[in-house]
């Protein structure tokens, strides 16, 4: 047993629910207390007892420049000196936006919030307010962030309507949510042609992280953007995962699917809070205070956030650092695979860009019902043996990992002596 933090999480549990800010990080499908960090370096992480680990978390996705990057950091101590929150417009909001759109330009207009989930929120919003219909369509296993409409699991049966996912989720609102197994393109016919004039919007994530990496099936992206014209319906890609980790231009670009709406988080705001939401000038157009759907924000477009992702993206355009990480991810996944195959481990690792899940799994996993035929207990003696070889890995097996562009080679070699140890005991 890992003695990490467990005094610690005591400690925080007293004040904190559950002991941590966020369900993901209290390590529950492990079974031990989670790590408590003290800092970042580059491609490490190190806990109050000062255990260096190779961070695959990398806070979730957003550090694909690692902890502390000279040029982040520089750009934030000039912008703390400046004032850390007006309120008020800044000439930064209108150069980060011009740099987004750079990316994806896809994104004609966009309005800046403080997270992925309030990003994902104010586009089902406006998809509603800008179409007058009230349905929206979304995939299992796929997670946009905690809002009610969002929060939704399938009904009992094939075509029910949706039933919510978490108390205090009204099924009143939950049943304007439809959800379809991902890459399941009759359901989604079939879901069209029931409600398809009540559809305002179908939402998925293009590359899924979510339940771990799974890849759209050819023609599956398509298909979607076939029935959203067929119906009059919008399609919004959230990209908050997937927009600067499957490529630099997104999954949009790497599948060739043009989205009326795109949402991004993570690694756009450089490690600060930031979210975006944009696409056609139309449907912008229906937001306050051009138009009637209302949304806000005190510390929208805030100027620490919009410093970090200016810096963030120029890095990543200029510098070639995002192919850096997709070579370094690269190698770990084939070397992974290699690992698995050599020593006919029932475990199957998936991967885009610069993100990858490994499953404990012996076949491709296609949707969350495939997910779910994952070994959780080997899942967790797994999980335990990398930590305690200072590898700090998604701790669950829905969830994606990742590597960044400082990863070196020597921390990816180190990282596959550990999995080849650990797969040489597995039967
Ligand atoms: C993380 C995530 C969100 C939610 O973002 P938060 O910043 O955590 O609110 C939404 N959609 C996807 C695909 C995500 O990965």
Redesign the pocket.
């Known amino acids: 047993m890992i003695k990490v933090g467990s005094d610690l999480f005591g400690a925080a549990s007293d004040v904190l629910v559950g002991g941590v800010n966020s369900p993901a990080r209290a390590f529950k499908a492990i079974g031990i207390p989670p790590v408590f960090i003290d800092r970042g370096e580059g491609p490490y992480i190190y806990d109050t007892e000062n255990r260096r680990y190779i961070d695959y978390i990398q806070s979730?996705?957003p550090m694909i420049l690692g902890h502390c990057h000279p040029q982040v950091s520089e750009a934030l101590h000039r912008a703390v000196d400046k004032g850390t929150s007006f309120g008020a417009p800044t000439v930064a909001e209108t150069e980060m936006a011009k740099r987004v759109q750079g990316f994806f330009p896809s994104m004609e207009k966009m309005r800046f919030v403080s997270?992925?989930?309030?990003a994902?929120m104010s586009a089902i919003r406006l998809a509603r307010g800008a179409t007058g219909r009230r349905k929206i369509l979304k995939f299992e296993g796929?997670?946009?962030?905690?809002a009610d409409s969002l929060l939704v699991a399938a009904g009992s049966g094939a075509l029910t309507l949706g039933e919510p996912d978490s108390k205090g989720v009204l099924a009143d609102l939950a049943q304007h949510t439809l959800t379809a197994p991902f890459n399941d393109l009759d359901t989604v016919k079939a879901i069209f042609e029931r409600w398809g004039d009540d559809l305002a919007g179908v939402i998925v994530?293009p590359v899924v992280?979510?339940m771990g990496v799974v890849l759209p099936q050819p023609g599956f992206l398509a298909g979607l953007r076939q029935s959203c014209d067929d119906y009059g319906a919008l399609l919004i890609l959230?990209e908050?995962?997937?927009g600067f980790r499957v490529g630099l231009n997104g999954a949009q670009a790497l599948y060739d699917c043009k989205p009326d709406l795109t949402?991004l988080?993570?690694v756009v705001g450089g490690g600060l809070p930031c979210?975006v939401y944009g696409g056609r000038a139309d449907i912008m157009a229906h937001v306050a205070p051009e138009g009637g759907v209302y949304q806000a924000g005190t510390l929208s477009g805030n100027p620490l956030a919009m410093a970090a992702g200016i810096i963030t993206l120029d890095i990543l355009k200029t510098a070639d650092a995002f192919a850096m990480a997709e070579k370094q991810c690269q190698q770990l996944v084939v070397g992974i695979k290699e690992i698995i195959t050599s020593h006919s481990v029932p475990a199957t690792i998936q991967s885009v860009g610069t993100m990858w899940t490994l499953f404990w799994c012996p076949d491709p996993i296609h949707n969350l019902t495939d997910a779910k035929r994952s070994d959780l207990a080997q899942f967790r003696t797994f999980y335990k043996a990398m930590l305690r070889q200072g590898i700090y890995m998604a701790p669950s097996q829905f969830e994606a990992n990742f590597v960044s562009a400082v990863h070196t080679e020597e921390n990816i070699d180190s990282t596959l002596t550990a999995i080849r140890t650990y797969c040489q005991t597995v039967r």
């Open positions: 979730w996705g997270s992925g989930t309030e994902t796929c997670y946009h962030g905690h994530e992280g979510n959230d908050v995962m997937t949402v988080g993570k979210g």
